[in-house]
């Protein structure tokens, strides 16, 4: 897609430190991250951003790095660029790549990324894990972030992460990429206070970075799912992840035991909710997690129960569901179909939040148990790699018992998130937009 059109800069006024200053409100504005990979966390933040821009900055002109540019594009009718060039398309440049370790191919990439954020007034990074290593090496997604952050500065652009989230870090390498790249920015903003204290563990002076929800706490809740059943049928959410384990990712490494061990107990508690006459929807918050589904329902199948599709059956007990599910709207609109949900990915526990459900978190990282403690239920939070299935059991019994309780509770909690979500914006606005 062509470059952004530059357009003349306007001006709003800001107040720091006591003072009022006038300052030009950037008009060509690049958004940064991992989107179009398949996430749909990530994704949706985008979306959330994108949607504040528009209403906030409508003669903007927007553009957008990410994961694959050509579906972000279409999808959201702005200029994209991939983080990476492909592979050069010239045989005898890919061979001299090639002999000199992709020396050749990275240095092209710091010339393209310099000479395309020269055209931006800001590089925002919305919402997402960025600053982490989750699944990466040192020259995945972390050399990524610090490439197109070192560019901004080294061409006098301001670089900004917006409601992001940070930790852990497990290589040295990417510790000092990420680290760098975050000391660099003009402006930060966390959803959690565990993301700002691990940034500060790093050396960096958090102390005038405000925490604030989610981004995809902006997005439009879908309509309530219409129950045919009489209010007396329970459906369970169950939310499973592909993961293999912080270093792999949703990478299938040698040693299989923490995908298995997780899969496996994740069966049993599906197929004792079955045995039960409850009626459960797996649901997915990233593409590579159908894997998951798959042999979750294989695992059921063993103790008679079918995997089918919720797109074309009615609701009824012991029924095992999944449907496609292509975006977080899916997500949040399947989830309008529970009464409950168990989730792995941080996501599915947002929209679960979101839409004012009881809510249990088996997460692989701590911000899962952070967006919990935020809504009242921090206690019903466990480990995915230290599941125990007895107290599941336990903390799904209580929720449903006390169902309306522990809405009630989400509720009154989400309240004051959206008024959150709505200061965020006014700080957004006042300080870089």
């Not at 670089?159 to 390498?173: E, K, Q, R, V």
Request: overall charge positive; proline content about 3%.
């Amino acid at each position: 897609m062509h470059a952004p059109i530059e357009r003349a800069h306007t001006m709003v006024l800001s107040r720091r430190n006591g003072f009022s200053q006038v300052i030009s409100a950037p008009q060509r504005i690049c958004l940064f991250g991992m989107f179009g990979g398949g996430n749909f966390g990530n994704d949706a933040s985008l979306e959330s951003f994108l949607l504040f821009l528009r209403e906030a900055r409508p003669e903007a002109a927007i553009a957008c790095v990410c994961v694959d540019p050509d579906a972000i594009g279409k999808a959201h009718q702005i200029v994209t660029t991939p983080i990476s060039a492909p592979e050069f398309s010239n045989t005898l440049l890919r061979f001299c790549n090639k002999v000199s370790l992709r020396i050749i191919g990275r240095l092209a990439n710091w010339y393209r990324a310099i000479k395309y954020v020269r055209q931006f007034d800001i590089i925002i990074v919305p919402g997402t894990s960025t600053l982490n290593d989750y699944g990466s090496g040192p020259f995945g997604t972390s050399y990524g972030l610090f490439r197109w952050a070192a560019s901004a500065r080294l061409s006098g652009v301001k670089f900004c992460f917006i409601g992001t989230g940070a930790g852990p870090i497990l290589n040295s390498t990417s510790r000092w990429m990420l680290r760098s790249a975050a000391a660099w920015a003009y402006f930060r903003s966390f959803r959690d206070q565990i993301s700002k204290d691990f940034l500060a563990s790093l050396g960096i002076d958090t102390s005038r970075d405000n925490l604030y929800p989610d981004l995809v706490f902006k997005l439009p809740t879908p309509l309530p799912v219409q129950d045919d059943t009489g209010g007396k049928l329970t459906t369970v959410g169950v939310g499973l992840m592909n993961y293999n384990g912080w270093r792999a990712g949703a990478r299938s490494g040698s040693d299989t035991s923490i995908y298995q061990t997780y899969i496996e107990k994740m069966g049993r508690f599906v197929t004792s909710l079955l045995d039960r006459g409850y009626r459960v929807r797996l649901i997915i918050g990233e593409t590579v997690d159908m894997r998951a589904v798959r042999d979750v329902g294989r695992i059921a199948k063993a103790s008679g129960y079918d995997l089918i599709d919720g797109t074309r059956t009615t609701r009824q007990a012991r029924q095992l569901v999944a449907e496609p599910i292509n975006s977080l709207h899916d997500v949040m609109r399947q989830i309008g179909d529970t009464d409950i949900v168990v989730a792995t990915r941080f996501h599915n526990v947002v929209c679960a939040l979101k839409l004012a459900l009881p809510t249990i978190s088996i997460g692989y990282e701590a911000k899962n148990d952070a967006v919990m403690t935020d809504f009242g239920l921090g206690r019903f939070c466990q480990s995915v790699e230290n599941l125990k299935l007895e107290l599941l059991e336990t903390h799904l019994t209580e929720l449903l018992e006390n169902k309306e309780r522990y809405r009630a509770i989400v509720r009154q909690h989400l309240d004051k998130v959206l008024l959150r979500v709505k200061e965020h914006e006014q700080e957004l606005l006042s300080k870089i937009l």
